[in-house]
């Protein structure tokens, strides 16, 4: 299984960025996919997840209303919009997958799969 993140950068507060993952050797469509970002110094928290068929997605509350997730299973590939960008979303960006639940979860140990991380930097 390869993943592979791309779309960070540096953005200035209130800004917007488009994260893309694009999964390899796995049936894409099938599984759940999960955001999840590490600050410096900072544990790996979650962001947000999907379901299969994209109808069920789970948020932290740190982003809810600001960022939206998304998939298109035709392109095996998992999206993450992030709007209003604030300097606390620093961070490098990873996206992972989990093999074996069928709704998003929020601990890092349910995903199976990681990307290599894509860096985030949010200026003030």
């Known amino acids: 299984v390869q993943l592979q993140a791309s779309g960070g950068g540096l953005a200035q507060a209130g800004g917007s960025l488009r994260l893309s993952c694009a999964a390899s050797?796995?049936?894409?469509?099938?599984?759940?996919m999960g955001w999840f970002r590490q600050a410096p110094g900072k544990e790996r928290e979650f962001v947000a997840g999907i379901n299969w068929t994209g109808g069920s997605t789970v948020y932290a509350d740190s982003v809810k209303g600001r960022f939206t997730i998304s998939r298109d299973n035709a392109k095996n590939t998992v999206y993450l919009q992030m709007n209003s960008l604030k300097p606390e979303d620093t961070g490098v960006y990873y996206c992972a997958v989990d093999l074996n639940r069928v709704v998003p979860t929020t601990s890092p140990a349910r995903y199976d799969y990681w990307g290599r991380g894509t860096l985030v930097t949010v200026s003030s």
């Open positions: 050797a796995i049936t894409f469509s099938t599984y759940v």
